[in-house]
């Protein structure tokens, strides 16, 4: 596989490997996206909730690309979920980015304590998908029990389910069931990066499997685990502000893992999760307002 395109379940096709924003500081988030397009990186994952849209929208206009050429996608937060609120988020989002439609707009958590609330939030970006706002609407770190209520209640098939993602946590049951119904598994933490800054004590960087099949192809352990996703079918936003990084992380298109290689990865699931139980992600832990724009 030499190309980045992954095609949507809606036609919609958007670059598989993307640069993610998480705790991209917003002095230093211009830059980085700007460098990311530099070197090549059309899509970039941010959030409401990352406070760093602004600083993604100016990285964008200082690439001097074309709009059409950069594919942005960015998340609702939980305290903006319902009818009217979420739509609101697309206006504060929107501005922020300085953008008139965003490609990929998703729901950033489920909400098990209020999944109406959830479910209305949804129901906005169905209608903002209608309105043509947005170009692809889905969900993060929804489980196989949120993803059925949400298909069973719901209109428009998400696009894609952003989850934590990497080859110490895999959610086969997660990517199966996306699979079955044609939406995409986006791989939030993609090389493993939440098993370092968790503080958890093994930390897939230092994974000798990892990096044995990376000398063998002259990789690192980090290009092996983004060249996994890609040849998985999986998108993947692996999130650095170091340009050497960046230019690392995006180096993946020039070497096939064999079969072998990637059922010795696919072993290496600990079924053990780095980030939140989706579960726990409530108003009162999490909650936090999104400032206008
Ligand atoms: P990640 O991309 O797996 O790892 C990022 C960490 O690895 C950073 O500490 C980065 O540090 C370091 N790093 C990057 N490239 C490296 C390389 N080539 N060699 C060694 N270290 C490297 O983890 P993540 O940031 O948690 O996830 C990626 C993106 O997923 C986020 O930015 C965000 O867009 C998304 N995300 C979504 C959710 C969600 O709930 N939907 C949750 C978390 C993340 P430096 O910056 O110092 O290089």
């Not at 993803?147 to 696009?159: D, F, G, I, N, Y």
């Not at 946590?169 to 199966?176: M, P």
């Not at 968790?198 to 000398?215: S, W, Y």
Request: no cysteine.
């Amino acid at each position: 596989m030499t190309t980045n395109t992954i095609t949507l379940n809606n036609g919609v096709q958007m670059p598989g490997l993307g640069l993610g924003v998480f705790q991209t500081p917003p002095a230093e988030t211009s830059e980085a996206v700007a460098e990311a397009l530099r070197i090549g990186y059309r899509h970039i994952d941010t959030a409401a909730a990352y406070g760093n849209e602004r600083e993604v929208g100016e990285g964008i206009r200082r690439s001097g690309l074309e709009r059409s050429e950069i594919f942005v996608e960015t998340k609702v937060w939980i305290n903006d979920y319902g009818l009217e609120e979420t739509r609101h988020a697309f206006d504060k989002s929107a501005s922020k980015l300085g953008v008139e439609q965003i490609d990929l707009l998703i729901l950033h958590q489920p909400l098990s304590e209020d999944f109406a609330r959830t479910l209305d939030a949804y129901r906005a970006l169905e209608k903002l998908l209608a309105d043509g706002k947005v170009r692809a609407i889905g969900v993060s770190n929804f489980l196989p029990a949120h993803m059925k209520r949400l298909l069973a209640e719901t209109t428009v098939q998400p696009a894609v389910n952003q989850i934590e993602l990497h080859p110490y946590f895999q959610q086969r049951d997660v990517q199966k069931l996306d699979n079955q119904q044609e939406i995409l598994t986006q791989a939030w933490s993609p090389i493993g990066g939440i098993t370092a800054y968790a503080g958890g004590e093994k930390r897939t960087f230092d994974d000798p499997v990892l990096r044995e099949i990376g000398q063998r192809h002259g990789k690192t352990a980090v290009q092996v685990m983004l060249r996994w996703h890609l040849q998985e079918g999986r998108s993947a936003i692996p999130k650095s502000t170091k340009p050497a990084r960046i230019a690392e992380n995006f180096d993946v298109f020039d070497f096939e893992l064999s079969l072998e290689q990637i059922a010795a990865i696919d072993g290496l699931d600990t079924g053990v999760r780095s980030g939140p139980d989706p579960d726990s992600i409530t108003l009162e832990t999490y909650g936090r307002d999104i400032p206008e724009a």
